[in-house]
């Protein structure tokens, strides 16, 4: 009995000997060596951000895609198999040999596949080929906005555009977790352990949006084809917020498939800077009147054409003589402008440039933007200061010239220009570089441009009023002097009187035509049309086209219920340096359907009093209790803002006519 | 006093028999309770990562989807359908706004 008692007690001795070894003394090593067998690391990485335009349609979005990869090591028969992996990956055979002939342990066979393909796979059964599931991004609406938004690397990181410049941001984070795993090795859910953490990446929403982006592309592409020219850029701007809604370069890049067109991702609007031409001559002229180096009424001679400045011919396109500020502009002459610029000096002239952004980086959060040349005023002799007054020896970026343009649209007011709106972009503070009517004359004088006899007629939207300037500049050789190649541009803002939208267009070396009036504008009309109807915001008001209706027939038209006066209603063909362009007619008579019977004309809604002579014209709106402000010259009225039938502004009844000789 | 005492010892180890047996059978259903929860939670770990492997498939074909169908409802692919069908964009003075 005692013996038996002692064996037990030895036995049980024993037993709570080796516990206390198993579990204290060699616990821990024991436990690790559990929970390598028992527990694996599984790495997870976040699905990337998605990107939106200003609408929220999907720009890009990540999504699960699956990789095969091989394991020589594994395969039965490796010549066998690559027919078979061939077919199923749709690759060619002799490809597929020699990557299985690589002396790895590890080898990709193909990325990213199709759900069809990687079905092909599994289908196949074949030892040692196993599919891995990775991310890969999709860009649904192809090469729209290709160069903004960038692309990404196979292994999901941002290499150009939105994806590099926001890549903290849209990239999903990683995370490691334990998983369970069982006797085979397949991997069990243990616990949450940190997974309600979200890995995912954010989402950046752009001020793009994508249907006039469509818009501007789909214009830029017809202008580069039509007139031959290497490339071409076009930016949309919305003027009272500065939200950049189309960015289009041409050729177009698409970033679904970055390796087969790998020399179109740069995005031009960023990184060429090219010399403005003469779209940088409503800058001089908002320099000189702010410095009231000139008026409105101040002249100049412009020589009829040629000009020599210190050993350098200057020409103008057609021969002028004296010309008031308005009509330099409008007709866009070189001399007076290298001769306002004379008066005005290189240091102002240079100051106010920098004011308006020239010379420093545009502030978007995108990477690589050429910051442009814009030389000290120490460096400039006469003749260069005469060229910057046209736009040539300096060189800009098509942001830059969209920033001053907007300074003078916007009242004399630099404000940012803003490409991401969620997050919040980081914009420079707005600062004021002109006075108030400065800016507004300038406008009135880029409204000349396009709705009078100026170069920039092809822009006209019937119904609308325009406002803009043309820009041919030389382009420069490597040599540096300048020689046949043009680059061709238009800066355009519509509607001229209360600008919503700004659109610059330039297309590189068009030929053989190459004036920007030419080759830009149209495309700058076909964008803003476009963009105006799509938000709605173009008259409704029948307009015709002087080659589509008679004009006999346009003056027989009465409005009786009314009783709007049609006698002189036709509008003067009107055409610009001889390109025969610019022959609509505006009969903004949507009234009748609308309006009849509810408000009464003059009262409630603005009368038309195109096609009367300035004294009728006045004396009618009188009877109305409106003074009207009259520009440019002639005995006519040509054209009116507001437009007939439109609404009088909320505060004062302001209306201005515009004249032209009868 | 000596019978008594005895049966008291007698008493006192009888509830020690059933004190030691009711600690090891509930030391046995614990055991088997535990064992049961675990295979229990095993199968539920089974379970749960086929139901993770299901969703995230399924949040891929979703993704696909909304893909193709922002391809499919893009500018240029309506621009083409649109000239399929003989439509064409409208000019000024052929647009009407119907408002409420």
């Known amino acids: 009995m005692v013996l038996l008692g002692t064996c037990v007690l030895l036995i049980w001795g024993g037993l709570w000997y080796r516990a206390f070894q198993v579990q204290v003394v060699r616990g821990p090593e024991l436990q690790a060596m559990a929970a390598r067998q028992h527990k694996a690391a599984e790495f997870e990485r976040g699905m990337r951000g998605e990107i939106f335009d200003r609408q929220g349609r999907l720009l890009a979005k990540s999504t699960g895609i699956q990789s095969v990869y091989v394991r020589p090591l594994e395969l039965e028969d490796p010549e066998a198999a690559a027919p078979v992996l061939a077919a199923a990956l749709e690759m060619p055979v002799s490809q597929v040999r020699t990557l299985l002939g690589r002396p790895q342990n590890f080898i990709w066979l193909s990325r990213q596949i199709s759900d069809r393909n990687a079905r092909n796979i599994v289908n196949a059964g074949l030892r040692g080929v196993y599919l891995t599931e990775e991310s890969a991004r999709f860009y649904p609406h192809g090469h729209l906005a290709g160069q903004v938004l960038g692309f990404v690397g196979l292994d999901g990181e941002g290499l150009e555009g939105v994806e590099k410049a926001y890549e903290e941001i849209l990239a999903g984070r990683k995370a490691t977790f334990v998983a369970q795993r069982d006797a085979s090795g397949r991997r069990m859910y243990l616990d949450a352990q940190g997974r309600e953490e979200d890995l995912r990446g954010r989402n950046v929403t752009l001020t793009l949006d994508a249907q006039i982006q469509f818009f501007a592309e789909e214009a830029l592409a017809a202008s580069v084809k039509s007139f031959n020219g290497k490339t071409g850029m076009a930016l949309v701007v919305h003027v009272p917020t500065g939200d950049i809604l189309a960015m289009a370069n041409y050729p177009f890049f698409n970033p679904n498939m970055p390796r087969q067109n790998a020399e179109q991702w740069r995005n031009r609007i960023l990184s060429d800077a090219l010399e403005p031409g003469s779209t940088l001559k409503a800058m001089l002229m908002a320099a000189a009147l702010e410095e009231r180096v000139i008026t409105n009424d101040t002249v100049y001679y412009c020589e009829e054409g040629r000009w020599r400045l210190t050993g350098v011919n200057i020409r103008d396109v057609k021969g002028r003589g004296w010309l008031p500020a308005n009509k330099i502009l409008r007709y866009s002459s070189n001399i007076c402008s290298a001769k306002i610029g004379l008066d005005l000096g290189a240091t102002r002239y240079h100051d106010y440039l920098r004011k308006?952004?020239?010379?420093?980086?545009?502030?978007?959060?995108?990477?690589?933007?050429?910051?442009?040349?814009?030389?000290?005023?120490?460096?400039?002799?006469?003749?260069?200061?005469?060229?910057?007054?046209?736009?040539?020896?300096?060189?800009?970026n098509a942001l830059q010239m969209a920033r001053a343009y907007l300074v003078l649209a916007n009242r004399g007011v630099m404000h940012p220009l803003r490409l991401v709106r969620d997050p919040e972009q980081d914009v420079a503070p707005i600062s004021v570089v002109f006075r108030e009517e400065v800016a507004r004359t300038v406008m009135r004088m880029l409204q000349e441009?396009?709705?009078?006899?100026?170069?920039?007629?092809?822009?006209?939207?019937?119904?609308?009023?325009?406002?803009?300037?043309?820009?041919?500049?030389?382009?420069?050789?490597?040599?540096?002097?300048?020689?046949?190649?043009?680059?061709?541009?238009?800066?355009?803002?519509?509607?001229?009187?209360?600008?919503?939208?700004?659109?610059?267009?330039?297309?590189?070396?068009?030929?053989?035509?190459?004036?920007?009036?030419?080759?830009?504008?149209?495309?700058?009309?076909?964008?803003?049309?476009?963009?105006?109807?799509?938000?709605?915001?173009?008259?409704?008001?029948?307009?015709?086209?002087?080659?589509?209706?008679?004009?006999?027939?346009?003056?027989?038209?009465?409005?009786?219920?009314?009783?709007?006066?049609?006698?002189?209603?036709?509008?003067?063909?009107?055409?610009?340096?001889?390109?025969?362009?610019?022959?609509?007619?505006?009969?903004?008579?949507?009234?009748?359907?609308?309006?009849s019977g509810v408000f009464e004309l003059g009262k409630d809604v603005v009368p038309n009093v195109t096609g009367l002579s300035v004294r009728r014209a006045v004396e009618r709106l009188r009877g109305y209790g409106v003074l009207p402000e009259v520009e440019g010259g002639g005995g006519v009225v040509s054209r009116q803002a507001p437009e007939p039938g439109q609404p009088w502004p909320p505060q004062e009844r302001r209306l201005t006519l515009w004249l032209e000789v009868s | 006093m000596s019978a008594n005492a005895n049966a008291s010892r007698k008493k006192q180890s009888t509830g020690w028999y059933w004190a030691t047996s009711l600690l090891g059978i509930c030391g046995l259903i614990l055991g088997l309770t535990v064992v049961w929860v675990n295979i229990e939670r095993l199968d539920l770990a089974y379970e749960l990562k086929q139901l993770q492997t299901e969703l995230e498939r399924k949040n891929d074909l979703q993704a696909k989807l909304e893909v193709e169908r922002m391809n499919l409802l893009s500018s240029s692919r309506l621009r083409t359908l649109a000239e399929e069908n003989e439509l064409r964009q409208a000019e000024p003075g052929q647009i009407r706004m119907l408002r409420p």
């Open chain 1, 449 to 595: 441009v396009v709705e009078e006899d100026g170069t920039g007629t092809q822009a006209r939207i019937p119904g609308v009023i325009g406002a803009g300037k043309t820009g041919t500049a030389q382009k420069a050789t490597a040599a540096g002097r300048y020689g046949d190649r043009y680059v061709a541009s238009f800066a355009g803002f519509y509607p001229g009187d209360q600008p919503e939208y700004f659109i610059y267009v330039v297309v590189d070396e068009p030929h053989p035509q190459h004036y920007g009036g030419v080759v830009a504008a149209p495309a700058v009309r076909d964008i803003g049309l476009r963009s105006l109807a799509y938000a709605g915001k173009l008259p409704e008001g029948n307009v015709f086209a002087a080659h589509d209706v008679d004009q006999d027939h346009i003056q027989g038209l009465a409005v009786r219920d009314l009783r709007v006066e049609r006698g002189n209603l036709d509008r003067h063909a009107v055409s610009s340096d001889g390109d025969g362009a610019a022959k609509e007619f505006a009969l903004p008579d949507g009234l009748p359907d609308a309006l």
């Open chain 1, 356 to 396: 308006m952004g020239f010379g420093e980086r545009s502030g978007l959060p995108l990477l690589g933007e050429n910051p442009g040349l814009l030389r000290p005023p120490r460096s400039w002799y006469p003749v260069d200061l005469a060229a910057v007054s046209f736009g040539q020896g300096m060189s800009a």
